[in-house]
């Protein structure tokens, strides 16, 4: 038993578990201007520049991806919704909720392409 409780608190451990990253979309298209908030409560922007292989410049990678850091603080206001300097950026997991609600095919008659702007109260079409 002893044993258990040891492995329950050590695998919980905010320095061994890891919490997953989000990265947040502000707006689509005509580009997808997206970032992610860092453990020091600042923004960072994705980019995928000829810089995006450089250590200094990418401070966080998420699947890969880089993200570079600025000096714009940001918090989560709600979940699935970010805010950073004036604007707000919504999760993926957020923007599908609304597509799979509200579907939109006047782009294309059977693609949905998600198109959309993030506001304090989540994506609007």
């Not at 947040?24 to 810089?51: E, L, M, Q, W």
């Not at 707000?88 to 006047?106: G, H, L, M, R, T």
């Amino acid at each position: 038993m002893k044993r258990l409780i040891l492995a329950l608190l050590l695998f919980s451990s905010p320095l061994l578990a890891e919490e997953e990253r989000i990265y947040y979309v502000h707006k689509r298209p005509p580009s997808s201007y997206s970032g992610t908030i860092g453990d020091d409560g600042f923004f960072y922007y994705f980019t995928n520049s000829a810089d995006r292989f450089n250590d200094d410049i990418c401070k966080i990678r998420i699947d890969g991806a880089c993200f570079v850091k600025t000096d714009v603080p940001a918090k989560i206001v709600k979940k699935g919704i970010m805010k950073a300097g004036s604007l707000y950026w919504c999760s993926e997991e957020q923007i599908q909720a609304v597509n799979k609600a509200n579907p939109d095919f006047s782009y294309h008659r059977t693609i949905d392409f998600g198109y959309g702007k993030c506001t304090k109260d989540g994506w609007v079409r």
